[in-house]
Structure formats: structure tokens, C-alpha cells
């Protein structure tokens, strides 16, 4: 009898010292999902009355580029009951020229919605844009599913089915600071992805895009001109490089999906008259994008 109340009293404490830490972490949890609802509740608010943000960094502590793509996704959860469900994604800072403009060292992804394509030569008003963010960069349509990591170049090649001419017309989110806002901040806003604009459909392979020069103008007048090898040596490795990146983060890119490159030059940045005005995105024999702001 001793024996067995020595045992049960042993199997007791092993099961409460068991329950303890479970019971201390479940807080933390509750914390940590408390944080992201906060952020993205702001996020949303701040899209919808047209404010910038302070950096959430600042506001809510430091989190790791992991977690900021798990804001991302709890964003573009809550911004796809208005805006549709995901259609495509940006690569940002895929250039030198964006990495320095905006203070990281490494490519980022965002995600873009149903609603946030529009037709080539559209007209937005300038109250759409807290402060505009433009640049003009090659796209690829996704022909063939998408759903595990390709190897190369080469191997990626098969499985586009067009090409393109394009608009990322940004905005920008946070309210200007001493300093820039980091990856983190950026990544969990969805990298300031607002609209983008795709150009003619171009077969892949007659068109060599690496021979193409981005140019971007503004009323007539080029702000930008730069080849497109500055966007990773190639946009080839800006596809390469998201597709995997999407596959990491557990996502797939079904056909149809549209990938918008990345710049090769630093993007148009201004706010109020500035971001007024007619704008054309040139890729040469990949073709043009138009579009007007009032």
C-alpha cells in the first residue's frame, strides 16, 4: 500500500510540473495574437481614412521578418474581404537603387487583390494616394501551377505564359520619421502595394527582357531610365526568387497569377501636386502603360 501511495503521489507531481509550463505559456500566445489583431485593426483603420502610420515597430516592439510575414498574411486575411482574394504579388527592393531609397539589404513580397488591377490607360484621382510610389517594371503571368521550390532560371521559364510591360503604383504608409522604416514595418504593411497596371501580352520567348530598358515619365518628361539587369541581375531572378519565397511561406502560384518584378531604379516618391499628372511606363518592344492621376 506504501508503494503504491509513493507511486501515485510521484505520477501527481510529474502530471502537475507537466501542466505548469502549458499553463504559463498560454498567455504568451494570447499576447502575441492580441499584437497582431492590434496591428492589423490599425493597418486596415489607417487604409480606410487615407493617414499614414507611425512604424509599428515603434508602436508595438520589434518582431522578427518571420513574423512579419505572418502580419502579411493576417492583413491580406482582413484587406481581401473588400479588395477580392489575392491575384498576384510585388517583389520589392529587388535593385541596389530601392534597397539604398528605402534601408534594407534583401528582396520582400506583398500580396495584390482582384481590385487592385487595373486596365492599361485608367485615370485615379490623386486622393487615392497618400504619397505615391511609382515605378515601372516587368511582370510575368504564371501559365502552369506552381506548388514546389524551382531549381533555376531555365526551369522556371516553362512556367510562364506571358510577359509584360507594368505599373507598381505603391503607397506609401508610414508617416516620414528620423529615420526609415525597417524591413519588419515594411513587410507587415504589405510593402506598399496599392494598384498595379499590366501592359500587352508578350510571349516569353520573343522578347528578350534583359536587353529591355525601364523608362518612367511623367508628363512627357523621363524621371527614370535604367536596364532591367538592375532588378537582380535579371527580372528572371526576381520570378525565381518569389516563387520560392511564395512556396516557403507555404502559399502556391496557380495560373494566372501575376508577379510584378520590381524596379530597377528608385521609385517616384512625392506626395500632393507632385503625385498629379500623365504617366507612362516604356519597356521598348515589351511595350507601354499608361495611366493619368488628377
Not at 507531481?13 to 509550463?21: C, E, F
Not at 510584378?260 to 503625385?275: C, M
Request: glycine share 8%; aromatic share 8%; proline share 5%.
Amino acid at each position: 500500500m506504501r508503494r503504491t501511495r509513493a507511486g501515485l503521489s510521484m505520477i501527481i507531481a510529474l502530471v502537475v510540473l507537466s501542466i505548469i509550463p502549458q499553463a504559463a505559456a498560454k498567455p504568451a500566445r494570447r499576447k502575441s495574437s492580441a499584437k497582431v489583431r492590434a496591428m492589423v485593426k490599425e493597418m486596415v483603420a489607417a487604409r480606410a481614412s487615407q493617414t499614414q502610420l507611425q512604424y509599428l515597430t515603434k508602436t508595438h516592439g520589434s518582431f522578427s521578418i518571420d513574423e512579419a510575414y505572418q502580419i502579411q498574411l493576417a492583413l491580406a486575411r482582413a484587406l481581401s474581404r473588400k479588395l477580392g482574394p489575392i491575384v498576384g504579388y510585388k517583389v520589392a527592393f529587388a535593385s541596389k537603387a530601392a534597397q539604398e531609397q528605402f534601408g534594407v539589404d534583401e528582396p520582400a513580397s506583398g500580396p495584390f487583390f482582384r481590385l487592385q488591377r487595373l486596365p492599361n490607360g485608367s485615370t485615379l484621382p490623386a486622393g487615392a494616394f497618400m504619397e505615391i510610389t511609382l515605378e515601372t517594371e516587368v511582370a510575368f503571368t504564371i501559365g502552369k501551377r506552381i506548388d514546389r521550390s524551382i531549381k533555376d532560371v531555365a526551369e522556371i521559364k516553362d512556367y510562364v505564359k506571358w510577359v509584360h510591360t507594368a505599373f507598381d503604383i505603391g503607397d506609401y504608409r508610414f508617416v516620414k520619421g528620423d529615420t526609415k522604416p525597417t524591413p519588419q514595418d515594411m513587410i507587415a504593411s504589405g510593402v506598399g502595394a496599392h494598384f498595379f497596371v499590366l501592359g500587352p501580352a508578350m510571349d516569353p520567348s520573343k522578347v528578350d527582357v534583359d536587353a529591355v530598358n525601364l523608362i518612367l515619365a511623367r508628363s512627357a518628361e523621363t524621371i527614370t531610365n535604367s536596364p532591367a539587369t538592375n532588378v537582380m541581375g535579371s527580372p528572371w531572378n526576381s520570378l525565381l526568387w518569389c516563387a520560392n519565397h511564395i512556396v516557403k511561406l507555404g502559399g502556391t502560384l496557380e495560373p494566372g497569377t501575376v508577379i510584378v518584378s520590381g524596379t530597377a531604379a528608385p521609385a517616384y516618391k512625392v506626395k500632393g501636386e507632385g503625385i498629379k499628372g500623365d504617366y507612362a511606363g516604356d519597356c521598348g518592344p515589351l511595350g507601354k502603360v499608361t495611366m493619368t492621376i488628377k
